[in-house]
């Protein structure tokens, strides 16, 4: 199972379906349409475009469109955004202080040693 967890390609890029508006107030472009264009009847089209997907230094993840996303990171307010993978990385092996300990604590061997 892990073996067939590393051996999965890194997806930095997924072809998607997307939704354009037209009405020149709107000019709104996602995946959904919105519910406000729905109720007031806008025009919209569906095209199929390449989601891309970034990384801010922060932490704060974001999908763009285009090449590069539009607006800066609502976290820490940069526009330093890296390519990322599609799926968030997990956290690889500790550091020597936080292994896991499969045997619990060392115990000292004789009793007299603890201190």
């Known amino acids: 199972m892990a073996s067939a967890y590393l051996q999965q390609p890194i997806l930095r890029e997924a072809l998607s379906h997307f939704l354009f508006c037209i009405y020149l107030q709107c000019k709104y472009t996602y995946f959904k349409p919105l519910d406000q264009c729905v109720e007031r009847k806008h025009d919209y089209h569906w095209h199929d475009a390449i989601k891309r997907f970034f990384r801010c230094p922060c932490?704060?993840?974001?999908?763009?469109?285009?090449?590069?996303?539009?607006?800066?990171?609502?976290?820490?307010?940069?526009?330093?955004?890296?390519?990322?993978?599609?799926?968030?990385?997990?956290?690889?092996?500790?550091?020597?202080?936080?292994?896991?300990?499969?045997?619990?604590?060392?115990?000292?061997?004789?009793?007299?040693?603890?201190?």
């Open 59 to 115: 932490g704060q993840r974001s999908i763009a469109l285009d090449r590069l996303p539009h607006k800066p990171c609502s976290n820490c307010g940069l526009f330093k955004w890296a390519r990322d993978s599609m799926l968030k990385e997990k956290p690889g092996p500790k550091i020597a202080g936080e292994l896991l300990l499969p045997r619990g604590e060392e115990q000292p061997k004789f009793i007299n040693s603890i201190k």
